[in-house]
C-alpha cells in the first residue's frame, strides 16, 4: 500500500478497465512529485490500483496490481515466481523470465543465463523499487549473479541514467548456454539487449528443421551465428553475413564449440551482398533474414517498407527450386499485416510463387497480451519456393 496517491480522469481509468496498463499525461489529473509507486483513484476518491508513477515520461502510470496490497520485496518475487511458471520446460538454458507488460509486471525486464541473471528496469518508478525487485529475482530464481543492463536507451524518455551496474555476485562477461542442441556464447555485459536475442531461439530451430539436409544455406543478420548454428547441423555449408566484426568473431567462437567447421563467416552489408549473389546467379535452398527494426519510428515505415521489400525480393529470388525462407521484422511499426502485404509484393515482383508454412512470431517466453498492441513487435514468415 503506497501512502501516495495520483487521481486520474475517467479516460484513464477507463484504459484499465479494458486491458491496458498504460495512463498518459494527458489523463491525469493529480500526481505526486517524484517517480514510485503510487495509489491511483478517479475523481471521486474510489481506489482503482496500484502503478508505477514517471513525472517525465508521457507514460506516467503504469498499472501493477489492482489491489491494495503492500508491492515489496515478497510481492516481486510471488509475480517473478509467477511468470517463471508460466515458462513451462523450455529447451533451452537462456531465456527471458520477465517480458515486462507481457507478463503484467511494466517496465521489467528479466532475462536468465543459465545460473546468472540479466534484467532491465525500463521507467523511473520502477527504479525506486530496484532493492525490492533484486531482492525477489534473487528469491524466485537463485542466481548465481544479477547483472542490470540499464543502458536501453528508452531510460531517457524517463529521465534515467544508462548504466550497466552489477547488483549481485558477478556476471562473466561470456557466459556460454545451449538452446535446443546448439551451444553459444552470450555477453551480458556488451552484446545486444541482454546479450543474446532470445526472442528468436523457438524460430532458430524451426529454421533448422528445414534447412535441407546436404544443401547451401544463407543466414544474413546473423549477430554471432544465431541461425547459423542450427542450419550448419544439417546444410553441407552455411554463409553467415553481419556487419559487425565483433559479432562474427564471436560467431566463430560459437562455431567452434559446436564442432562445426562448415559456417564461412563474411562481413558484409547484407543489401550489396544480395545484389551480388543475385547477379552471380547463386542460389540456396534455406534462407534466413533478420534484420535490425528499420522503421525505428512511424515516420520511417514507408522507407523501412521499400527496405525490407528489396531484401525480401532478392532472397526470393536466390531461392533455389522448393527452398525455404524463414524472414522476419521486429519493427513495432510494421505490423503483421503491413509485412504480409510486403511480402506479397515482393514475391510478385521477384517472379516467385511462395507458399506460407507459418506465420511466426516471437518465442513464447516474449508473450503479447492481445490488449496491449505494444507487446507484439516481431513478426515472420516460413515461406517454400514453390518451383
Ligand atoms: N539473427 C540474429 C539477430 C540479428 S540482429 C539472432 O537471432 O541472434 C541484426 C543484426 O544485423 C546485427 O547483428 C547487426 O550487426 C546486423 N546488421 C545491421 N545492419 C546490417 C547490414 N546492413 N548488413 C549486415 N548486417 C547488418
Redesign the pocket.
Known sequence: MSDVTAVVKAKGAERWKLGHPWIYRSDVVEAPRDPGIVRVTDRRGKFLGQALFSPRSEIRLRLLDRVDTPIDAAWWGRRIGAALARRGTIDATAYRVVHAEGDGLPALVVDRYGPFVVAQLLSAGLERSRDDVVAGIATALAPDGILLRNDAAIRRHEGLPLEVTPVLGTVPEIVEVKEYGARYLAAPHRG?KTG??LD?RE??ALAGAHARPGGRAL??????G??ALHLARRAAEVIA????VD?LARGRDNAALNGLTNITWRE????D?LRDLERREERFDTI?L???AFAKTKDSVTRAIAGYKEINLRAMRILAPGGVLLTCS?SYHVNRGVFAEMLGAAAQDGGRRLQVLAWIGAGRDHPELLTVPETSYLKGALLQALD
Open positions: 545486444q543474446a536475442f528468436q524460430n532458430r543466414d544474413l543478420f546473423t549477430y554471432h544465431s541461425f553475413v553481419d556487419s559487425s559479432a558484409a552489408n547484407a543489401f551482398l534466413v533478420d534484420p535490425p521486429c
